[in-house]
Every structure is written in C-alpha cells, then in structure tokens.
Nanobody, 113 residues
Framework: QVQLVESGGDLVQPGGSLRLSCAAS????????VGWYRQAPGKQRELVAT???????NYADSVKGRFTISRDNARNTVYLQMNSLKPEDTAVYYC???????WGQGTQVTVSS
C-alpha cells in the first residue's frame, strides 16, 4: 500500500517561513486531489489546504494569503509553503489524498519566540 512521508517541520519564530514536503511511495498525487491537514494539541485534525488533480487550490480562511500548496508529480511530492507564521499555526502537519490512504507520521511545526 502507498506510504506518505511528511518532512520539513521545525521550530520557527513568529513571522517566519517553512516549506513542508510530503512524499508518496508511488505515483498517486497526479490523479487525486491532495490535502494538507494539521492537528494541534487537544484539537481535531483540520484541513488547511487542498490541490485538485487539475491544479486548482483552496485554503482554510485561517491560512489564506499565507500558505501555498503545490505539487510536483514527477517527484510524487506535494509541498506546503508557509509564510508569516503565527503561534496558532503550531501543530503536527499531515498530507493525504482525497479519498484518503493510510496517514503518515506527520511533521511537527512549532511557532514560538
């Protein structure tokens, strides 16, 4: 079965930037929509950005204008560029296709001074 591996999380100061990557073990991103999700401590996992197979994107209001989702089908990788980070962006970030496959381990993003 396909495996998803997220990476790129780190500790960053407010206002900083990070780029997250999500690599799939086989080519699935070119034919499926893909979403980035996040889960903060004590909260439910939420969808923050999606990219359709055709390339159209959508964002949660909380990240609109700050985050950008993109996809490299040749590398079986999806990215999340995060700018102007805020403490409330602190969470474990996951990617998944729509419809979903087994979740990866996620990558921790911590925004703190």
């Amino acid at each position: 079965q396909v495996q998803l591996v997220e990476s790129g999380g780190d500790l960053v100061q407010p206002g900083g930037s990070l780029r997250l990557s999500c690599a799939a073990s086989r080519s699935i991103f070119s034919v499926n929509a893909v979403g980035w999700y996040r889960q903060a401590p004590g909260k439910q996992r939420e969808l923050v950005a999606t990219i359709a197979s055709g390339g159209s994107t959508n964002y949660a209001d909380s990240v609109k204008g700050r985050f950008t989702i993109s996809r490299d089908n040749a590398r079986n990788t999806v990215y999340l560029q995060m700018n102007s980070l805020k403490p409330e962006d602190t969470a474990v970030y996951y990617c998944n296709t729509i419809p979903r496959v087994p979740w990866g381990q996620g990558t921790q993003v911590t925004v703190s001074s």
